[in-house]
């Protein structure tokens, strides 16, 4: 556009436009020619008002009259000088009557997007197309802990190269002109989710990018809160559970054999008191339903019974969990801290099975806990006192592992104040026989079965030797229940079930292993279909092979 088509389209301009070259006015527009001619002043006491404006806006801007009175007519006056001119815009008061609410709203308006870029909760951060920052919000300076004047007039390259924010995405968002989310890192450790934004102008380019951000470290930490929150109602539902369960019968104690007589009766006296107890007995034969024993017969049978296998849990895990921590004690830690379990204990029993993997620096602690009474929870300094009755339980021979030095002796010694050795269920057949009824009694009862064993397959069970203990009784009897398909169980039914193949001597040969499965299967679908016919049709054989084979396992 050349200089005339520019004064023309001033011309048209309902704003006073004049044009002042030193004192000299070179050029105004229509308005103002309108206004000088119905004035009355001379022509060179108009002038000298536009020069003494122009002249009090390069000395004192803030002088200038927020109005002057010029052809019959109020003006708002807005003067620009540069080097080369002085341009000078004058509105009408009448048309500043209906412009001046618009831009009292659109003020409003800036103010407000001003407040809500400023206090949004989420990080707003903008840089050029360049990469340099332009703003940031204070959001943005409490995801990153840093300052808005650190921030602003710098390039995002240097955040990166300083270690402050990694990744930084506004450069690869103005490259690619595409929307980008990932996760950043920043100096402090914090986690945070951010999404850059491109901005275009009229052609294309990306004039500005957009950075939201919103710091997903508290999120993190409330789903590890929430994570443990249920895993503890789980723990605690478990423990109901259980509760319920053992409270069904005397806990589940069976008191047939002499040597499990001799052990009940030395739990219950122990249990008047507040000594110390070492179970000891291989895997399976029911240290725990010893425990619940005394707990139960104890002073302290309306207190907790506490459980923690020693040897399930990571070291890290173990110690937090039997000692508790306070808030903040490490990473990942609930904001509240936690109670251990020896002092959710208190007034009641702390059950330690698998003492024996217990670790040795944890064995110190638990040494000063029976010897002082009082923990320390992880992270804090102020002593609890707590009042417990410690049961440990072990199937490992601590009294080599003292001598290897894989176990303290003071511990020991602690520990072994009252020991019950708990035999192995071989060693107590007069045991088996009612442990069958009840289990059997127990599982009829939870699937709503009626089945029992005839004596053949309990005589079987009798002589077989049970080295899970009572839990692979159990488990077996649990599973002639729930798969026998008639209410009588006999020794047939057995043969698969029981461990060690009890009903015959274990072939030796492949050709009498394949023999003993063919046989099996036709054994099964004799009980299934009653005759060889069926038998036959069933497992695509001949009549006469199936009789032939059934004569040949006779």
């Known amino acids: 556009m050349n200089q005339n088509n520019l004064l023309e389209t001033l011309d ?14 070179e050029w105004q527009n229509a308005v103002i020619r309108g206004g000088i001619s119905r004035d009355d002043r001379h022509p060179e006491e108009i002038r000298a008002v536009f020069i003494e404006l122009a002249r009090t806006h390069a000395s004192e801007p803030r002088s200038i009259p927020s109005t002057f009175f010029l052809g019959g007519e109020n003006y708002f006056p807005g003067v620009h000088s540069s080097p080369e001119a002085t341009v000078m815009l004058l509105m009408p008061e009448h048309d500043c009557a209906t412009l001046f609410p618009e831009l009292a709203r659109l003020r409003q308006l800036c103010f407000d997007l001003e407040e809500i870029f400023r206090h949004s909760f989420d990080g707003i951060f903008v840089a050029d197309g360049s990469g340099v920052t332009l703003m940031v919000n204070e959001g943005c300076e409490r995801n990153y802990d840093l300052k808005a004047a650190d921030m602003i007039g710098r ?123 070492l179970i000891t007995g291989h895997s399976g034969v029911g240290k725990d339903v010893i425990a619940r024993l005394i707990h139960r017969e104890s002073p302290r049978a309306n207190g907790p019974l506490i459980k923690i296998n020693c040897g399930a849990l990571p070291r890290d895990l173990l110690e937090s969990e039997l000692f508790g921590y306070e808030p903040g004690a490490f990473t990942g830690a609930q904001k509240q801290g936690k109670s251990g379990l020896i002092e959710l204990a208190h007034r009641g029993t702390l059950f330690l099975d698998e003492i024996g993997d217990l670790p040795l620096d944890l064995q110190v602690k638990l040494l000063q806990v029976l010897q002082d009474r009082v923990i320390v929870r992880l992270g804090g300094t102020q002593p609890i006192s707590v009042d417990v009755r410690v049961i440990a339980a072990t199937n490992r021979d601590l009294k080599s592992m003292v001598a290897e030095r894989a176990f303290r002796d003071d511990l020991f010694y602690r520990l072994n104040v009252v020991p019950i050795a708990v035999p192995p269920l071989a060693a107590r057949k007069d045991d088996i026989a009612p442990l069958v009824l009840q289990f059997a009694s127990e599982f009829n009862a939870r699937y709503g079965l009626t089945r029992t064993f005839s004596e053949q397959a309990i005589a079987l069970m009798l002589a077989h030797d049970w080295l899970g203990n009572v839990r692979e009784l159990r488990n077996v009897v649990e599973r ?38 063919e046989r099996r299967l036709i054994e099964d679908a004799m009980r299934k279909h009653g005759n060889t016919r069926e038998v036959a049709r069933a497992l695509g054989l001949s009549q006469s092979s199936v009789v032939r084979k059934l004569r040949l396992g006779k």
Do not use: C, W, Y
């Open 12 to 25: 048209e301009l309902p704003v006073g436009i004049v044009l002042l070259n030193g004192t000299d006015i």
């Open 480 to 517: 002639a229940i729930v798969t026998s398909e008639g209410d009588l169980i006999g020794p047939e039914f057995l043969d698969g079930v029981l461990p060690g193949e009890l009903l015959d001597e274990e072939p030796s040969t492949f050709r009498q292993r394949v023999e003993r499965f």
């Open 155 to 277: 390039h995002v390259s240097e955040f990166e190269q300083k270690g402050l924010i990694r990744p930084v995405i506004a450069q690869q968002v103005a490259r690619t002109g595409q929307r980008i989310s990932t996760t950043q890192r920043t100096h402090t450790g914090k986690t945070i989710m951010v999404t850059g934004i491109p901005l275009f102008d009229a052609v294309g380019k990306v004039r500005k990018v957009v950075i939201n951000s919103r710091d997903t470290t508290e999120l993190l930490q409330l789903q590890d809160a929430l994570a443990q929150a249920k895993a503890d109602l789980q723990r605690v539902d478990a423990e109901i559970e259980a509760l319920r369960l053992q409270n069904l019968k005397v806990d589940g104690l069976v008191l047939h054999s002499e040597p499990m007589q001799r052990i009940a009766s030395l739990a219950a006296r122990v249990a008047k008191v507040d000594a110390t107890v």
